[in-house]
């Protein structure tokens, strides 16, 4: 019987032990869970917030009779504080604050990310007590629920424009409060180009939301007038004060763990990991937003997504118990949902892929969702990225009305990518169509279409 | 200067036609079309008679003015009689009755199907003036508008329910009529396994449309009761009458016109063509309904789809020029929308499969559109085909409510089928995730796992 340890209790740590369990049911599987929500879904707490979600108890994937029931031990609120490789040990903080060593065969480790803070002064001493929050654990939805019950915020000051920013924007919205939306670059949703970004923002702006672009934050302080934040924009000082500050710049890789027992550090920060997730530790395996993600246009880079972390936690656990299967990369599919709007990329943008050694070109398109003599449809908006070299699709973005079905045709993007095909193999695509829901060309077809015409008439001289 | 003559005015013609002008503003495009409607949207007619499309002139695709801004001439009211291969000439018969030869240098035909009368009794004499409908020209809509608008008949039959026959169904329905719907075979939509097609059967029934399965239609006559539906049911005699009667059970090529020119039939009596649109009558080439069709799965077949019909017409357009693109090949991919459910397939059943030489396996299996916790989710119901032998996809069917991004969602597997993916490549897939759209695996993706698992717990000794 193999003793398989996989530490985290999110996406990648729960994975694995699950696949471990489904795979053979004679592994003796205990995972190791620094609180004691093991399995929620962490991009679920935004809807939580807007009170779309209820109780909190229902963001779990699986509740921990469900995991128990696959034959897993949980360990919860129990801290994993060093790994003996040699020794195929492991320390944990158990939850009476003893020190205990774990034995373990194979050991998979998915200790995730934990919030940047992007060297913002203020952020070591205030606390969610103060009425500054970050939101990455059930911890942080607890506390900042617990401010937004006691103290009824009427605004807020969310520092950070990506997904989980935008989400959180919404939220607060929906609870009625003001929100002002600082993003350092010049527009927000920097995953996208600033053309579609221009969308969002312009989404956010309808509902209310007072979005401050080119603004990078330096301090956050308590004052009189409640929370200020300070910075410069456009060079010249920022200040502006709310009730409440959310901190949403972004994750960096949870490494100490792996570091400490030896394990090897690359894009991002992130550990190294081969890409079947073996750490080059000899039984450690790790999986999730702490590593490297290879990528198959990029190779490896560092890009912590929810979806990766299911992946590769299933393949570690595979490996682990013996398997050879490979993780077969990433391409960067994401999408988010922005009030009405939603956004979607996958692959690379133009300066990603000439950074990378492409030679790409990237062109605007837009088509209809469906047949527009049908009621309903609406334009998706696109950026089409391919390699003007041998016509490779390198990369596409997607922005429409909810309901457009832009997650799914992303998807179709995806796949393309994965399959290493031409954005002219696009047009023989066999899509769906019926007037309600597409058109005989799909809009994803029109967007690669217009991409091709272009190229015909731009020779490729550049 | 090349003088290109296509014959058509629907999918396969028009896309001919305008690739052609695209590629080339030099050449010299007519378009010889039968009756005064070119480019509508025949798939949209169902709604026009829902009232969801008004007036029926947006039902086009493109005005006449559109299509002759492009540049090309089109010759409305003209049929098409006869083609000299050797002399490259076409006899048309103009709109004032006399015969005229119109020289060509290339011949694109796209004359497409007509409907099928499947052997039904009484279809040659019953007219639309006595209440006996087909559906599939602007010449039929008006004909069924103004029966309707005069008679306002109280009741129909619909004898046929694949995709055409439900969506007039759901147009009768929405109208107060009573609809009876009949079908030959034991579920309607036969083109997906009947466990799918009874969720659209339960659809049909929920909105009060009186569906009879197991009933092959013989006869239809005027009786004082209206319209008399005959046939048999399980072996008895079967008896039903309407106010009116609409007949959907499929169509046949049209292929007199290349027949009598010397071009060879094929699977269905389609017009065989090579994977340039080349009929083998030299400077003669097809597209559309009337021809076979290239299927990755299967070979030449008989699968007439107004995706397919825009794809070859195009690649006809370009290879009339002197281009040498191949047609990709259909996969089969259809979707339909029956009243607040959508279903979709790609790709081949098990007895299809197996018909064709693969070793099929098809599981059934069900996964939520998006996370459960987030409000509107709802389970989409999959059969996933695969080939034992090699894991290889071969086919997938998707019935889920409207909203849970069925048709792009089904894209996903038609790509993944035209690059050759295995069921089990398809977890390997980034696939787009946020809680209101979708789940860390996606739907398809938790199918594709249940393909694999059931493969697993079942050894292929079968």
């Known amino acids: 019987m193999t003793h398989l340890i996989a530490i985290g209790g999110s996406d990648a740590g729960i994975s694995a032990a699950l696949r471990a369990r489904e795979l053979d049911p004679t592994t003796d599987v205990s995972v190791v869970v620094a609180d004691q929500y093991p399995n929620f879904s962490i991009c679920g707490i935004p809807y939580y917030f807007t009170g779309e979600v209820a109780p909190w108890q229902s963001l779990a994937h699986r509740t921990t009779a469900d995991l128990e029931a696959t034959g897993m031990t949980l360990r919860l ?3 994993a504080t060093g790994i003996d490789v040699p020794g195929q ?3 944990v903080r158990t939850p009476d604050g003893t ?3 774990l034995a373990y065969d194979e050991l998979i480790v998915g200790t995730g990310a934990i919030p940047s803070y992007a060297g913002i002064t203020g952020l070591d001493d205030l606390t969610p007590a103060d009425g500054v929050h970050v939101i990455h654990s059930m911890g942080d939805t607890f506390a900042l629920d617990q401010d937004l019950t006691q103290r009824q915020p009427a605004s807020a000051i969310i520092v950070g424009a990506g997904y989980v920013g935008l989400e959180m924007a919404e939220a607060f919205t929906a609870r009625g409060m003001r929100v002002t939306q600082l993003q350092r670059g010049p527009e927000v949703l920097s995953t996208l180009d600033p053309e579609l970004g221009a969308l969002v923002h312009d989404e956010l702006t309808t509902h209310g939301v007072d979005v401050i672009t080119n603004t990078t934050v330096s301090g956050i302080q308590k004052t009189p007038a409640g929370l200020t934040v300070t910075g410069v924009q456009h060079g010249e000082p ?4 709310a009730d409440l500050v959310l901190v949403v710049v972004g994750v960096r890789p949870n490494t100490a763990l792996l570091e400490n027992a030896g394990a090897s550090l690359g894009a991002g920060g992130a550990v190294v990991v081969d890409e079947h997730m073996h ?3 000899p039984h450690v395996w790790a999986a999730g937003d702490g590593i490297i993600t290879h990528h198959r ?6 890009l912590p997504l929810g979806t990766t972390a299911h992946k590769q936690g299933r393949i570690a656990g595979e490996n682990a118990l013996g398997g050879d299967r490979k993780f077969a990369g990433s391409v960067g599919t994401q999408v988010v949902k922005v009030f009405d709007l939603v956004a979607a990329r996958t692959g690379l943008r133009d300066h990603e892929a000439t950074a990378a050694g492409y030679t790409p070109s990237t062109v605007t398109a837009a088509a209809d969702d469906h047949k527009r003599y049908y009621p309903g449809a609406h334009p998706i908006h696109f950026r089409i990225t391919g390699d003007t070299r041998d016509g490779r699709l390198l990369g596409a973005q997607l922005v429409g ?3 457009t ?3 799914k045709r992303v998807d179709t993007f995806a796949t393309a990518l994965h399959t290493g095909l031409t954005i002219d193999q696009i047009s023989d695509l066999d899509l769906s169509y019926t007037p309600p829901l597409g058109s005989p060309w799909d809009a994803v077809q029109v967007a690669a279409q217009t991409w091709q015409t272009t190229q015909r008439l731009t020779p490729a001289t550049a």
Do not use: H, I, M
């Open 77 to 79: 609120n129990t801290l």
């Open 89 to 91: 040990r492991l320390t």
């Open 99 to 101: 020190s205990q060593d």
């Open 238 to 241: 920022f200040v502006q004060s």
């Open 279 to 281: 750490t080059g530790l």
């Open 297 to 302: 246009l990029l190779g490896p880079t560092y």
């Open 401 to 403: 009305k909810r309901g």
């Open 405 to 407: 079905e832009v997650a």
